[in-house]
């Protein structure tokens, strides 16, 4: 592997681990909230945060574009501040971090949904607060699931595409992520250096999930016992 | 509880070590310049850059597209310092919008368009009519990309448009409708002569004459957003006689300074 | 009645009806039964703090826990009420130990004399899995009495064990009523559970107070037993007086004078008080004395009342010479081959085998 192939792996990985710490507390912050809330609306607060994973990857790069982009509200508000987003590395975090987002709060959801929610608030009667006996019963007994999601998010922020070329572009050095550099180099006909690339996603992915699926099986062994 | 623990430890080492690793913007102590350019400029600009990086200490990132793309990126925000495009009118857009001023602009240079097939092909074409035996014609995207727009243009204009148009596969830049001849995903396309220049896999089968295609002119432009000021100096620099040398070696056209507008 | 140490008077709507309790408990325990459906859990936890829209008040010792009208109401932590679930919700990833240490209020001292309690100190390295049903009971009450509460809530903490076991734990029950005094909510199906614990009893019916009072003479009337969905159970007090170890009976003089034999129970000393309990289908109906029979407590007696429950008839006999009350579940058609009828004399028997001390 080249130099450049490296940075653009090192970079990637860079970019995929802050998206997830990003999306890491308010992501399992909302899946728990999720889980427990009963309210009027749930449905829809449900669809709404799953939207991106059933969205075109495109659509929420345009909303994000449109949203940060320098002649837009926010955007403009930022870039007056001498905050710049969009095709920077932030915009490549962000993106990712969206289209991450409800990949992680399902499984974290899923995770704390099976616990039972009286030993939360058997816990509260034992003096612990909504804090503690989140820290000390729900997350302990839902960690496999939130490890998942947070594996699952990594993973598809490694390989994030759509929303990141239309917020970030394809910046060589500054935005280009394994994902957008595949492309190009398969839109400039330089398939060799895409083959390699492409091999490291794939291991990487690989890596991503067998790691999960060992720390998983170790647990299940060890409680077997 | 000792597997949570080591999750736990897993998972931050991961994140300490992502973060340690320093950001993009902090790898390369040297200060930086952000040219977005026309694809077709991917090799000649690069030749240059090298040229300019060595001369100033400073370091140069290129992202190379079709122009249509990078001036859309400008005006959505992008920190881009200089802009090379490949047609006028998507740097008039970015004028008119208050993202590049009119002395910060010049016209740089000129091009032709050629007609390639893969260097093993077996078509030969000796005049434009010839292009009827295109079973896929790859192109620049002839809605947005420069070189797609010029090809369009000069096939309307030689009456063969109505009949191709059916037969075209639109590609983001112009790099990208080489790679489609040179993969085989199309039998003919059309690209800058510069292009074909740059590859052993595909051979010009017809040069389009400049008296039929309409003129090709590459603006190039400090963006009034840049806040490097070695911006200028890099204009200056793509002027120069060494600048103007590896454009010529590579085929294209320096335009005077007494042809800029 | 002592001075009320807890006063409750809360109200909260269930999908069925709206649950409005108003009473107040004094130390001991206060037995809470009712069929199932009527509000018992839910009134368990509105008082333990994890039902948010309860309304009113609820105060311990004077101090509000709940108190609607002046905007008070302590979260579930600040609450100081030790609650037990019915099937005991110990936290399965925490080992027996860290599940009574669990609680932010517990000390060591209070660790180590729920832990003595209880007498589970060989079970502190276990994980919650490996427990039999009444090991994790006992790990549960531990766990709540860890965070010195100064009410105990426990949701019927014997259903889920069969009855061998019961019988076990109890003693455990008992020992925590008499050695931390705590005013404590006892949720129970059983009435010998509820004569055995408590002082005090509530029956709960769709939410409301359908009768509160004294165990025993509230649990004698077989309608109130009846809605409570119990076996009608004979409870007599009384002290042992003799154990004939050839003989294989242990004899209890009870408190109304009546001597009872019942299997050998050389545990409990000559003297001890102890409480009898037997099933009310388990004490039959003679019409006249039979002789040779071989249950072992033949009693005269005259029928006080006879009372339809459900299926059966209760007989209500009243022993002659002042020897109290007993109950017998009979059928229509005994009623009428025996021409069962008020002040019609009968003689009362129990098989010692059919007699428990609970």
Request: glycine share 8%; aromatic share 6%.
């Amino acid at each position: 592997m080249s130099a450049e192939e490296l940075r653009i792996v090192l970079f990637t990985v860079e970019m995929a681990a802050l998206a997830t710490a990003l999306i890491l507390v308010p992501g399992v912050a909302a899946a728990f909230l999720l889980a427990r809330y009963r309210g009027p609306g749930k449905g829809a607060l449900d669809t709404a945060l799953s939207l991106p994973l059933v969205l075109p990857p495109t659509v929420v790069g345009f909303f994000l574009l449109e949203l940060l982009g320098r002649n837009r509200p926010v955007g403009g508000w930022l870039a007056e501040r001498g905050i710049e987003i969009v095709f920077t590395w932030k915009a490549v975090v962000l993106a990712t971090a969206v289209m991450a987002f409800p990949l992680l709060v399902r499984s974290a959801r899923t995770a704390f949904e099976e616990v039972d929610p009286r030993l939360v608030g058997l816990a509260r009667t034992l003096g612990a607060g909504p804090v503690a006996a989140f820290f000390r019963v729900a997350l302990p007994l839902a960690w496999r699931g939130v490890l998942a999601g947070v594996v699952l998010a990594f993973s598809r922020a490694l390989g994030e595409f759509g929303a990141t070329i239309l917020v970030a572009g394809n910046i060589p050095g500054r935005t280009q992520t394994l994902a957008l550099a595949i492309f190009h180099d398969v839109q400039i006909g330089r398939d060799d250096r895409a083959v390699g690339l492409a091999a490291v996603t794939v291991g990487l992915a690989f890596v991503a999930l067998w790691t999960t699926e060992w720390i998983v099986r170790r647990r299940v062994r060890r409680d077997e016992q | 509880m000792p597997t949570l623990w080591l999750a736990t430890g897993l998972a931050s080492t991961t994140l300490v070590a992502a973060l340690a690793h320093p950001l993009p913007a902090a790898a390369d102590r040297r200060p930086e310049l952000l040219v977005f350019a026309a694809a077709s400029l991917t090799d000649a600009l690069g030749e240059i850059g090298a040229g300019f990086e060595a001369r100033t200490g400073m370091r140069v990132l290129f992202s190379f597209a079709g122009s249509n793309a990078l001036a859309r990126q400008i005006q959505a925000g992008a920190p881009a310092d200089v802009f090379v495009s490949a047609n006028l009118d998507r740097m008039d857009e970015l004028e008119k919008g208050g993202l590049v001023r009119p002395q910060d602009r010049v016209d740089l240079l000129s091009n032709r368009l050629a007609v390639v097939v893969a260097a093993c092909s077996k078509l030969a074409m000796s005049r434009p009519q010839d292009l009827e035996r295109a079973h896929r014609l790859a192109l620049g995207d002839p809605e947005a990309v420069p070189a797609g727009i010029y090809a369009r243009r000069w096939l309307e204009a030689v009456g063969l448009w109505g009949v191709l148009r059916e037969r075209v596969v639109p590609t983001l830049d112009v790099r990208a409708a080489l790679a489609a001849v040179e993969s085989g995903a199309a039998d003919v396309g059309i690209v800058y002569r510069t292009d074909a220049m740059t590859s052993r896999r595909v051979r010009v089968t017809l040069e389009v004459p400049p008296d039929e295609a309409p003129p090709i002119v590459y603006p190039a432009a400090v963006l009034a957003s840049s806040k490097t000021s070695e911006a200028r100096e890099f204009l200056d620099y793509l002027q120069s006689a060494e600048a103007r040398a590896v454009f010529t070696r590579l085929g294209f056209e320096p335009l005077d300074e007494t042809q800029a507008r | 009645m002592t001075t009320p140490l807890v006063e409750i008077d809360l109200s909260l709507d269930l999908a069925a009806f709206e649950l409005r309790v108003k009473t107040q408990l004094a130390s001991g325990v206060t037995a809470v039964m009712g069929p199932s459906g009527a509000g018992k859990t839910s009134l368990l936890e509105a008082i333990a703090g994890l039902r948010r829209r309860t309304r009113g008040r609820l105060a311990i010792g004077g101090e509000a826990l709940l108190d609607q009208a002046r905007g008070i109401a302590l979260p579930p932590e600040r609450r100081r009420v030790g609650y037990v679930p019915q099937d005991a919700g110990l936290f399965p990833h925490l080992s027996v130990l860290d599940n009574v240490r669990f609680g932010a209020r517990a000390d060591a001292t209070a660790v180590e004399a729920a832990i003595d309690t209880l007498e589970i100190r060989p079970l502190v390295g276990r994980v919650p899995r490996s427990l039999s049903g009444g090991e994790r009971q006992r790990v549960a009450l531990a766990r709540a009495l860890a965070t010195r509460p100064r009410l105990l809530l426990l949701d019927e903490p014997l259903a889920a064990l069969d009855p061998g076991l019961r019988e076990r734990i109890l003693p455990w029950l008992l020992r925590v009523r008499d050695a931390w005094a705590l005013p404590c909510l006892y949720v129970t199906h059983n009435v010998g559970e509820a004569l055995a614990v408590a002082s005090h009893l509530v029956v709960l019916q769709d939410g409301r107070v359908e009768a509160e009072g004294e165990p025993r003479s509230l649990l004698s009337a077989p309608a109130v037993v009846g809605e409570a969905e119990a076996g009608i159970e004979n409870l007599l007090p009384g002290r042992v007086v003799a154990h004939d170890t050839a003989g294989g009976i242990t004899r209890v003089r009870t408190n109304t004078g009546s001597d009872v034999s019942i299997t050998l129970a050389v545990d409990r000393p000559v003297g001890a008080a102890v409480t009898l309990a037997v099933r009310s289908e388990d004490v039959l109906v003679c019409a006249a004395l039979v002789e040779g029979l071989s249950a072992r407590n033949v009693y005269p007696a005259r029928v006080a009342a006879l009372e339809r429950t459900g299926p059966d008839v209760v007989v209500r006999g009243v022993l002659e010479n002042g020897g109290g009350e007993l109950l017998a579940r009979v059928t229509p058609a005994a009623v009428a081959a025996l021409d069962l009828a008020p002040e019609r004399k009968v003689w009362l028997a129990m098989k010692s085998h059919s007699i428990r001390i609970v």
